[in-house]
């Protein structure tokens, strides 16, 4: 079965940085674009940031435009988030999500999600 597992969550400072992982098993990750989402105790899940199947078209929320880069490696099946100048309210649940076969920024269109990492930022 599909599975998505999330790792590199952690605690840091402001201003400091952070690069998630997302390694994907038991599907065609090629033909997938993979998308970032995170979710704050007590709020709705929201999205981050996305990329295409190959990786040449990228997508953000305006929060993190800037700050956060969205990558891919086909040959490992991993997708990774690059997080720079982290801000507290970038605290969150962090989840890795994929669709095929192009990206949607609303939650409810994902069928595969991760477990999540969490991400905390102290002031």
């Known amino acids: 079965q599909v599975q998505l597992v999330e790792s590199g969550g952690g605690l840091v400072q402001a201003g400091g940085s952070l690069r998630l992982s997302c390694a994907a098993s038991?599907?065609?990750?090629?033909?997938?674009?993979m998308a970032w989402f995170r979710q704050a105790p007590g709020k709705e899940r929201e999205f981050v940031a996305a990329?295409?199947?190959?990786?040449?078209?990228?997508y953000y929320a305006d929060s993190v435009k800037g700050r956060f880069t969205i990558s891919r490696d086909n040959a490992k099946n991993t997708n990774y988030l690059q997080m720079n100048s982290l801000k507290p309210e970038d605290t969150a649940v962090y989840y890795c999500?994929?669709?095929?076969?192009?990206?949607?920024?609303?939650?409810?269109?994902?069928?595969?999600w991760g477990q999540g990492t969490q991400v905390t930022v102290s002031s």
């Open positions: 038991g599907l065609t990750f090629s033909r997938y674009a």
């Open positions: 990329c295409s199947w190959d990786g040449t078209m990228s």
């Open positions: 999500a994929a669709r095929s076969p192009i990206y949607s920024d609303t939650p409810k269109d994902y069928a595969c």
